[in-house]
């Protein structure tokens, strides 16, 4: 089975420009998270969506959006960049079901955004 | 989520056992204990899960004695490509979708 993957893997933008984001998750997998990794404040959750729905949402101001489409691919949206704003983009999906038990997460290798 | 505390980092030699402990004091009972591990500019990957007592698969095994209040991670025979950082996460399965990471352990392991 094909694991996540996000495109594109590298991007350069500077400063104003916003920026578009994509995360193919595994296949029959409904859920898909979105995370910044950055040095100085390490992995932090952006917003997660399910069914198209956006179901929770991290600290992160307005700039940052994102929307799933129905086949649970999801895209992730940055306007007005800032220098701040450089960091790993980081892409999850799981198999949610309404049961107890469990879940995990698979990630993405991630996109490297630098903004200049 | 509940929040974990681990080393910042450890050092190793290849072919140890490497132990790696987390404290989650504030652990609530409908939540799991899910360790990742993480390359640089890669994606975290997920390497094991349990509630209680042991949990063993091909990679690692982890050890959650009865009060759950802590849970060591163990990878055994260690190798180079084991050289990540490590991290412990603690939460329900509606938590699961917003992970909390904090710091990891970052193991270096050396010839």
């Known amino acids: 089975k094909a694991g996540v993957t996000q495109t594109p893997r590298y991007l350069i933008k500077t400063r104003g420009q916003q920026v578009t984001l994509s995360c193919s998750p595994i296949?029959?997998?409904?859920?898909v998270s979105w995370y910044q990794q950055t040095p100085g404040q390490g992995l932090q959750f952006l917003f997660e969506?399910?069914?198209?729905?956006?179901?929770n949402k991290g600290n992160f101001p307005g700039r940052f959006s994102g929307r799933q489409f129905s086949n649970s691919r999801s895209e992730m949206n940055v306007s007005t960049l800032e220098l701040g704003d450089s960091a790993l983009y980081l892409c999850a999906s799981s198999f949610l079901l309404d049961r107890e038990g469990t879940d995990t997460q698979y990630f993405g290798p991630g996109t490297r955004l630098t903004v200049l | 989520l509940a929040k974990t505390t681990q080393p910042i980092s450890m050092d190793s030699y290849e072919g140890q056992e490497v132990n790696i402990t987390c404290s989650h004091n504030?652990?609530?009972?409908?939540?799991?204990i899910t360790w990742y591990q993480q390359f640089p500019s890669q994606g975290p990957r997920f390497i094991i899960q349990?509630?209680?007592t042991k949990v063993t698969n091909e990679v690692a095994s982890l050890f959650i004695p009865a009060d759950r209040k802590s849970s060591t991670l163990s990878l055994p025979r260690v190798s180079l490509s084991d050289t990540a950082v490590y991290y412990c996460l603690v939460g329900d399965i509606q938590g699961f979708q917003k992970l909390v990471f904090g710091t990891g352990t970052r193991l270096l392991v050396s010839p």
């Open positions: 504030n652990i609530a009972t409908n939540d799991y």
């Open positions: 969506y399910f069914s198209e729905t956006q179901r």
């Open positions: 349990g509630y209680k």
């Open positions: 296949s029959g997998h409904r859920s």
